[in-house]
């Protein structure tokens, strides 16, 4: 299995720690990820990369990712979450 770095904060957001979403069966199509307290830039490449997947990235603070993750599995989309704590 691949070896997926920990995140801790936004800052350690990158295309290896997002392995485990690519991996998924059946394939998500919008990853949702909440940064904590605000909503946080992730580097442009390591969005580019998951969209290149055909996965959508949502980045929210961490409140506003767990309430639009629900809405999404409400919807019967195809969603993972990955959250910091506020």
């Known amino acids: 299995p691949p070896c997926i770095p920990q995140v801790?904060?936004?800052?350690?957001?990158s295309h290896?720690?997002?392995?485990?979403?690519?991996?998924?069966?059946p394939q998500i199509e919008i990853l949702?990820?909440?940064?904590?307290?605000?909503?946080?830039r992730?580097?442009?490449?390591?969005l580019k990369q998951m969209r290149?997947?055909?996965i959508a990235v949502e980045v929210q603070d961490t409140a506003n990712a767990c309430a639009t993750f629900n809405?999404?599995?409400?919807?019967?989309?195809?969603?993972?979450?990955?959250?910091?704590?506020?």
């Open 8 to 13: 801790g904060s936004h800052r350690d957001i």
């Open 16 to 25: 290896e720690s997002l392995s485990l979403f690519r991996l998924l069966e």
């Open 32 to 40: 949702v990820l909440g940064t904590g307290d605000r909503v946080e």
């Open 42 to 46: 992730l580097h442009p490449t390591t």
């Open 52 to 54: 290149e997947r055909g």
């Open 71 to 86: 809405f999404l599995m409400n919807e019967r989309r195809m969603v993972a979450a990955g959250l910091i704590p506020p």
